[in-house]
């Protein structure tokens, strides 16, 4: 198996690198990553190379690719300050760059195109939802004009080692960790987050990587989400911080009211989330957050 990653050095990347097999031959792109290179020299069969999305002349040809997993992305709460800059990096990440790299590729078996849940958020103008309606349509085009097969992934919330420091699971996490006592929070605490451990995502992506499944939107998900003020509750319950009480205020960044379904996953792949909330987030303690 040849597998390029576009964002090889992202969250997801980097667990998947520590997971797909040996034998495999990855060539993972990495950008503003300080430890990437570090991360990867344990991994012989790992090849990085720089890839900077914004210098459309400077990507490369990537010859022929077996799978193509495209993870390039920055979140609505991952943002540099300048909301011109940073919108116009969520278009050439979610929506450009998928047409970009596969104009580079000779030849591939399926590009996986990452998108998001946020596709389901009804009345969501947000420049990050327009990108990855943006991006979804791309790709569908480019596999019709460059005849390769492809499959949209939709995730819902993935939690786990070198999960990006925006994010309310590492947030919630390393607040209790440093016993924190209060906390603040956008919304009303009752807004929903899905509960995905990493290394059950990372099973079901290998197993769509491996498939012959094409052509196909998908959503990935446990399906049993739960409020955020649940999930600080478990969370202190695994940190051992009894004291740690949240504050809400304003808009949260994502107002989920809905539960998404796995069925067409499980039919699709034969395979479903096994690590139940409170046993992730113990070994992710267990393994210090990274």
């Known amino acids: ?14 667990n998947l690198i520590e997971n797909v097999p040996a034998a495999w031959e990855i060539e993972a792109s990495y950008c503003h990553s300080k430890d990437f290179l570090k991360f990867v020299s344990k991994f012989p069969n790992v090849k990085p190379f720089y890839l ?25 709460g991952q943002i540099t300050g300048n909301t011109e800059n940073d919108n116009n990096l969520m278009y050439r990440l979610h929506s450009e760059g998928p047409s970009l790299v596969a104009k580079k590729v000779q030849s591939c078996r399926q590009f996986i195109y990452m998108s998001s849940g946020v596709f389901y958020l009804e009345n969501d103008n947000s420049v990050y939802r327009k990108s990855r309606l943006l991006g979804e349509a791309n790709i569908q085009a480019s596999a019709m004009v460059n005849h390769f ?38 919304g009303d605490g009752n807004n929903l987050v899905d509960t995905m451990y990493i290394d059950d995502y990372i099973k079901i992506l290998l197993k769509i990587i491996n498939s012959d499944i094409t052509d196909e939107i998908i959503p990935v998900c446990k399906s049993q989400p739960v409020t955020i003020k649940v999930l600080a509750k478990v969370v202190t319950e695994v940190f051992s911080n009894p004291e740690f009480t949240l504050f809400f205020n304003g808009n ?8 998404l379904d796995n069925t067409k996953m499980i039919d699709l792949f034969g395979i479903q989330p096994e690590t139940s909330l409170k046993e992730g987030l113990q070994k992710w303690k267990d393994r210090g957050l990274p």
Do not use: W
């Open 252 to 259: 949260p960044t994502e107002n989920t009211r809905f539960v």
């Open 149 to 186: 097969s492809y499959l949209i992934i939709r995730n819902m919330e993935i939690f786990g080692p070198y999960m990006a420091k925006h994010k309310i699971y590492r947030r919630l996490c390393e607040a209790c960790c440093l016993k924190l006592e209060k906390f603040a929070i956008n």
């Open 1 to 14: 198996m040849k597998l390029l990653l576009i964002g090889g050095s992202s969250f997801i990347g980097k």
């Open 52 to 76: 900077d999305l914004t210098e459309v002349n400077q990507i490369p040809e990537f010859g022929e690719i077996d799978v193509v997993v495209y993870l390039a992305g920055i979140g609505p």
